[in-house]
Structure formats: structure tokens, C-alpha cells
């Protein structure tokens, strides 16, 4: 998938967090944290999103708690 008119659209979309997420392995993840989609059942689903920090977290947060990230040409 890509990107689609600034929405998140599918994997291996670049994300910030809009709100704190709680990891699947229960660590904290921080609102502006950035992380990588890698999961998405259907388009308007929850995604699963890998997060570098804290170390390799994975959560899976609804469509309304991500955003594109901005600068992804870093």
C-alpha cells in the first residue's frame, strides 16, 4: 500500500502516535513517538506498528490514535 492523501493507508507507512499507546508487551509508548506500520487487517482497522523506542515494541492502536509522520525523508 502507500500513502493517500496524508492519511495512513498501510504497511510500511511512517507513524506518529497522536496518543499514548501501551506496547503488546505492556511498555509504555509516548504521544509523538514514530514508529513503522506493519500490520493492517482492512483499511479504517487497528494497524500493528513497530516502535524503536522502547526497544522493538509492537502495539496495535486504532486508526484515530496514529498520523503520518511529516518528515520521512530523513
Known amino acids: 500500500m ?6 495512513v493507508s ?11 499507546a501501551i506496547g503488546d508487551d505492556g511498555a509504555s ?3 509523538g513517538t514514530e514508529g ?3 500490520s493492517v487487517d482492512d483499511p479504517g482497522a ?3 506498528v513497530e516502535f524503536a523506542e522502547p ?3 509492537f502495539a496495535t492502536v486504532e486508526p484515530h490514535d ?6 520521512i525523508g530523513r
Open 2 to 7: 502507500g500513502r493517500c492523501r496524508g492519511r
Open 10 to 20: 498501510g504497511d510500511l507507512d511512517i507513524v506518529v502516535l497522536t496518543a499514548p
Open 29 to 31: 509508548i509516548p504521544a
Open 36 to 38: 513503522t506500520i506493519v
Open 46 to 48: 487497528m494497524s500493528v
Open 55 to 57: 526497544d522493538g515494541t
Open 66 to 71: 496514529i498520523r503520518l509522520a511529516e518528515n
